[in-house]
């Protein structure tokens, strides 16, 4: 059983936010996948399917993006998921818009919802595909532009960015993880 999460925020504001990329990959695959989001427990919303011959499930945790550690152990220890069958999907300010990077571990790099998942999991040891959101223009706090929309002429990159993105979590279905790594970090 494969285990995919996006990171983001609850609640129809943040909506289409830089911060809530992962959980628009999340929305991308259950229709990809025809696996609904129907299912509300373990502090996030999440569907249980079939894709490719793999038991998926589909997360996004409802934690706010600094606890979402919490919905991630939660199903990980219910449905004994481990460690290497964890995907995390989540936006990345040091990426320029739209590039998508396949990790197999490291560290939080400032980013909450994985600093929150790293401590929930114990381990830096988990795969990853970090999406491009890029930097605040000086002066801007980062909490602010995270939780801005993406500008209009942005849309086309983070468009790709979400297919792309879908399009590895599904090559990760049928291979390892450092093979799709190596197809999709160019």
């Not at 959980?23 to 259950?30: H, K, Q, W």
């Not at 299912?39 to 569907?47: I, R």
């Not at 795969?127 to 602010?144: F, T, Y």
């Amino acid at each position: 059983m494969k285990l995919i999460v996006g990171l983001g925020n609850p609640g129809k504001q943040y909506d289409q936010t830089r911060h809530n990329i992962g959980f628009e990959v999340i929305d991308a695959l259950s229709s990809k996948f025809a696996i609904p989001l129907n299912q509300s427990k373990f502090k996030g919303l999440y569907g249980i399917g079939f894709y490719s011959g793999e038991k998926v499930i589909l997360l996004k945790p409802l934690t706010y993006m600094n606890l979402s550690g919490e919905s991630i152990r939660a199903v990980m220890d219910y449905y004994d998921i481990d460690i290497e069958d964890l995907l995390v999907i989540y936006d990345d300010l040091d990426l320029p818009v739209g590039k998508i990077r396949l990790r197999q571990k490291g560290s939080p790099g400032g980013h909450n919802g994985i600093k929150s998942t790293v401590a929930h999991l114990g381990t830096q040891q988990f795969n990853r595909i970090r999406i491009g959101i890029d930097r605040p223009q000086p002066g801007m706090n980062v909490p602010d532009y995270v939780l801005g929309r993406f500008h209009p002429d942005e849309k086309a990159s983070t468009e790709d960015a979400v297919k792309k993105s879908a399009e590895a979590c599904s090559a990760w279905l049928e291979k390892p993880f450092l093979q799709v790594m190596n197809e999709y970090n160019q």
